[in-house]
């Protein structure tokens, strides 16, 4: 099969779990967004996703997805899905819409104002490590209450919800409880602070645990070798 065959039928098979997970979960597939993540993947690859319908594409460094977003041009929408320091906000504002990685409110602040000066709304995510495995980025759960007191009306950001990534597991048990809690979390928090509707996205699952996920709620999954096939290691 061509790359571009192949990328269809992976796509495809995507699509086609998205729909029967839905299912089971008593949702709609146009709940749930799907988001390519193309780190490492090279821009001719990234094309032809785009040509086959990809709309999202989730990235983890700046500097790597500003280079591919210059080779693609115009068209997709840009996620950042890792850690942000605060001497790459002012370049991660220009290229990315979504900021799924925001774990302090420090580094939220500088979002924040590096957008609004260039006259943009960040739409962002807080991340949570609701593992407590020291390896992992993401704001400590119990920081949560203050951190959204402290971002919630900066002028240049849209808080939209939560990101997380489940623990490194093969016990899928493990791993729907962390996307429960999750949504448990996201529920508590809109109602404590009153953050109104705007505030309902989950994003959550990716390429090994996309459908219980969705099972759980996510409205954005972050999908990288199911689409792509594997990395090569770091
Ligand atoms: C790499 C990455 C993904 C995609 O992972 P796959 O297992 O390839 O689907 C999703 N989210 C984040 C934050 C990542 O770093």
């Known amino acids: 099969m ?3 065959g192949t990328l269809a039928s992976s796509l495809g098979a995507i699509r086609s779990r998205i729909e029967a997970a839905c299912h089971r979960g008593g949702r709609k597939p146009e709940e749930v967004r799907l988001i390519a993540v193309s780190k490492t993947v090279p821009a001719e690859r990234v094309r032809e996703a785009v040509a086959l319908g990809i709309r999202d594409l989730g990235e983890n460094r700046v500097q790597e997805a500003t280079e591919k977003a210059a080779a693609l041009g115009a068209g997709p929408t840009w996620h950042l899905l890792g850690h942000l320091q605060s001497n790459k906000a002012k370049k991660a504002v220009e290229l990315f819409s979504w900021v799924h ?8 602040g500088e979002v924040a104002k590096r957008s609004a000066a260039i006259g943009k709304t960040i739409d962002a995510l807080i991340e949570l490590n609701l593992t407590g495995e020291s390896q992992k980025t993401g704001l400590d759960p119990a920081r949560l209450d203050e951190t959204v007191e402290a971002i919630r009306n900066l002028p240049g950001l849209r808080l ?5 990534m489940a623990p490194f597991t093969d016990d899928l048990e ?8 999750l949504r448990d ?8 602070h009153n953050l109104g509707p705007d505030f309902r996205d989950l994003s959550m699952g990716m390429t090994g645990d996309f459908e219980i996920a969705i099972e759980e709620g996510s409205t954005m999954i ?4 199911a689409l792509f096939g594997d990395r090569p290691a770091p």
């Open 2 to 4: 061509s790359e571009t």
């Open 101 to 108: 990685s925001l774990d302090s409110a420090e580094i939220a």
């Open 160 to 164: 939209r919800g939560l990101m997380t």
């Open 174 to 181: 493990t791993v729907r409880r962390c996307f429960r809690e």
């Open 185 to 192: 979390t996201l529920e508590r928090t809109r109602d404590l």
């Open 222 to 225: 972050r999908i990288g070798r």
